[in-house]
Nanobody
Framework: QVQLVESGGDSVQAGGSLRLSCAAS??????MGWFRQAPGKGREGVAR????????YYADSVKGRFTISQDNAKNTLYLQMNSLKPEDTAMYYC??????????????????WGQGTMVTVSE
C-alpha cells in the first residue's frame, strides 16, 4: 500500500523558514514533487525532483527561496522553505509520479498524493 505522509507545516511570520517532510512507503517513484493549494485557488506545482536527486524543477515563484531534496535511505522527501511570504500560505501536498521529472510536468502526471500539511505565513 502506497503511503505519503507530510509533516512540518506550521504558522510563521513573513521572512521565516520551515522544512516540510514527506515519508514515503510502498512505492518507488521516478519523480517526487511538492504541490500547494491556497484557499480558493487551484493546486499548483512547487518543485519536483528525480529519483537520483540530480534533477530538480521549481516554480518561478519559489526559485531561490525553496529547496527540494530527498533522503533515499529514509524514503523521505523534503522541502526547505526560506524567506517565506504571505502568498506562500497554502496546503502543501507531497506527490509521486511513475514517470521521470522531465515528463511529469503537471498535476495529472502524479499518481499518489499525501493528505497535506498546512503552511500559514503572516505579515
Amino acid at each position: 500500500q502506497v503511503q505519503l505522509v507530510e509533516s512540518g507545516g506550521d504558522s510563521v511570520q513573513a521572512g521565516g523558514s520551515l522544512r516540510l517532510s514527506c515519508a514515503a512507503s510502498g512505492y518507488s517513484s521516478y519523480c517526487m514533487g511538492w504541490f500547494r493549494q491556497a484557499p480558493g485557488k487551484g493546486r499548483e506545482g512547487v518543485a519536483r525532483i528525480g529519483s537520483g536527486g540530480g534533477v530538480t524543477y521549481y516554480a518561478d515563484s519559489v526559485k531561490g527561496r525553496f529547496t527540494i531534496s530527498q533522503d533515499n535511505a529514509k524514503n523521505t522527501l523534503y522541502l526547505q522553505m526560506n524567506s517565506l511570504k504571505p502568498e506562500d500560505t497554502a496546503m502543501y501536498y507531497c506527490a509521486a509520479s511513475p514517470w521521470s521529472c522531465s515528463v511529469a510536468g503537471t498535476r495529472a502526471d502524479f499518481v499518489y498524493w499525501g493528505q497535506g500539511t498546512m503552511v500559514t505565513v503572516s505579515e
